[in-house]
């Protein structure tokens, strides 16, 4: 054997032959690779996020204990109530010289309002200027309304007085001149056991005896009104105070969100806009029916907020939010779920909750008997926003605001 033949052979390396079977394969390894990755990426940014999501579903209080309630179907936004966007030829007046004039009163041209800082405020000749305050600052803010004070409801008595109720230091009567401030009933003395924690709305009879108010909760401040709504909290009162006798007694209790009150043209029952409800109570003053309750309007198409006289014998009532058909309303999506309640209140604040509600205003106008007489909507707000009241005076609605800087003025004639 020669040394040649001791040797190993080598093979010459055979060059290799890409096919289109190769490169699939190369393909599929190269994406499951890719998937692999993208699953472990997923995977880790989803735990990363559901379980400090879920510590925070256990561990995290919710503010409210919300109570289940149920609505039937919302009426159709047809007849007097069919879309419109009659609100938009309002105009703005004072714009940007005031904040929440919640409710509003008139002594011939003089208006007066109350505001989000605490001030009763007189309007005369185009020119605002202060006429009290009930409590005292600092204010502007949410937390600096218990000592600020809230000035809601408002109402011109028998003598040309003013008769104010403060959410948080209760009803007094002012002198329309000179601003001199008297207390009626304050809300720092228990009325049957229970607080007059956020007072809210009044209506007097015409030789100004009787004054009837809302307590809308002996629990929630106005300050957390989003979590009385989303709390459903049946306890809300109306009362009645006698200004002779100075005795206040509770007329109806167990209402959730009791808002704004009337009393009839004839004074013989009081409509009591219980909010969370979206209905109109009817409790009787005088009469035969004296003492007894019954609903007025039912299964309204928003939800109410004050109600006031309207020329034409009936009522004006203004909507603080509306419960759309066709459309979503997420108050009755809601009303069965409270465990969602409690979700969304532990994640999100009162604040934030309250900017998913859509900006849609509504007045309605009802009949002295309840039905629907006609109504007026801006349903994006480009004009009319967060309304709370419809004053009636010479021929013009002005619409007050629980939060807007301006006061609306709607010429009837136009609309």
């Not at 499951?32 to 995977?43: A, C, E, L, P």
């Not at 200004?243 to 704004?260: A, D, S």
């Amino acid at each position: 054997m020669n040394e040649a033949d001791g040797l190993r052979q080598r093979r010459p390396a055979r060059p290799q032959v890409l096919t289109e079977d190769n490169a699939a394969q190369a393909g599929k390894e190269s994406s499951t690779y890719s998937n692999r990755i993208f699953r472990v990426t997923f995977m880790t940014l989803a735990v990363s996020l559901i379980i400090p999501l879920f510590g925070a579903l256990i561990f995290l209080d919710c503010p409210i204990d919300p109570q289940p309630i149920s609505f039937k179907e919302p009426p159709l936004l047809t007849g007097p109530l069919e879309q419109n966007v009659k609100l938009r030829q309002a105009e703005k007046l004072f714009e940007n010289q005031l904040v929440g004039p919640e409710s509003i009163a008139n002594i011939g041209d003089v208006l007066f309002t109350g505001t989000a800082d605490g001030k009763i405020l007189r309007i005369e000749n185009g020119k605002i200027s202060t006429l009290a305050r009930l409590g005292h600052g600092p204010c502007g803010t949410r937390e600096d309304e218990p000592t600020c004070g809230r000035p809601l409801g408002i109402r011109i008595g028998p003598n040309n007085t003013l008769f104010v109720v403060d959410a948080y230091y209760g009803l007094f009567e002012i002198n329309p001149i000179s601003g001199a401030v008297r207390p009626l009933v304050s809300s720092k003395i228990p009325i049957e056991g229970k607080n007059l924690s956020f007072v809210n709305d009044l209506t007097m009879t015409r030789d100004g005896r009787k004054i009837y108010f809302t307590d809308s909760s002996s629990k929630w401040q106005r300050k957390d009104y989003p979590l009385l709504i989303m709390e459903a909290a049946d306890d809300g009162r109306l009362l009645e105070y006698d200004t002779v006798t100075k005795e206040v007694k509770v007329l109806m209790e167990g209402l959730r969100f009791p808002n704004g009150v009337q009393l009839s043209p004839a004074e013989d029952f009081v409509l009591v806009a219980e909010t969370t409800m979206a209905r109109i109570r009817r409790y009787y003053v005088s009469g035969l029916m004296q003492g007894g309750e019954d609903l007025f309007v039912d299964n309204m198409p928003g939800f109410p907020d004050n109600i006031r006289l309207s020329s034409s014998g009936g009522y004006w009532v203004a909507t603080s939010a509306v419960r759309a058909n066709p459309g979503f309303s997420m108050m009755d999506f809601l009303s069965e779920k409270p465990w969602i309640k409690r979700i969304i209140l532990k994640l999100l604040s009162q604040e934030t909750v309250i900017k998913f509600v859509p900006k849609y205003s509504l007045v309605i106008e009802l009949s002295n008997t309840g039905s629907y007489r006609r109504s007026f909507h801006d349903p994006d707000g480009m004009v009319a926003t967060y309304v709370s009241e419809a004053h009636e005076y010479n021929g013009h609605l002005y619409l007050g605001s629980f939060r807007s800087p301006f006061i609306c003025k709607l010429d009837l004639k136009d609309v």
